[in-house]
């Protein structure tokens, strides 16, 4: 059973940047799309940044292109979000996912089988 655990959520203020971490246990094969989601009160899920492992190929949502960076350590079984420039808008909690499916350009979240327990990032002004 594929396993995620996120860390790495912070409270910072505006301008500032935080890397998320997600460790992948327990799988038979390492997932060929992996994907970072963030949720905020009363909104959905939305996805953030996606990564196609195999090779390293990565996609964003338009609000966060040139502020975040999306990478993997495959020696340590991770996959990071680097997040820099941060704005009060990127408040929420952030979720690493996962799953064996093709199409990791999208981020719909109802695609991915594999989710963590999530990572809490506050952004203030």
């Known amino acids: 059973q594929v396993q995620l655990v996120e860390s790495g959520g912070d409270s910072v203020q505006a301008g500032g940047s935080l890397r998320l971490s997600c460790v992948v246990f327990?799988?038979?094969?390492?997932?060929?799309?992996m994907g970072w989601f963030r949720q905020a009160p009363g909104q959905e899920r939305e996805g953030v940044a996606t990564i196609y492992t195999p090779g390293a190929n990565t996609y964003y949502v338009d609000s966060v292109k040139g502020r975040f960076t999306i990478s993997q350590d495959n020696a340590k079984n991770t996959v990071y979000l680097q997040m820099n420039s941060l704005k009060p808008e990127d408040t929420g909690m952030y979720y690493c996912a996962a799953k064996y499916r093709m199409g990791c350009e999208s981020s719909r979240p109802d695609e991915y089988n594999y989710w963590g327990q999530g990572t809490q990032v506050t952004v203030s002004s």
């Open positions: 327990g799988y038979p094969v390492f997932p060929n799309c």
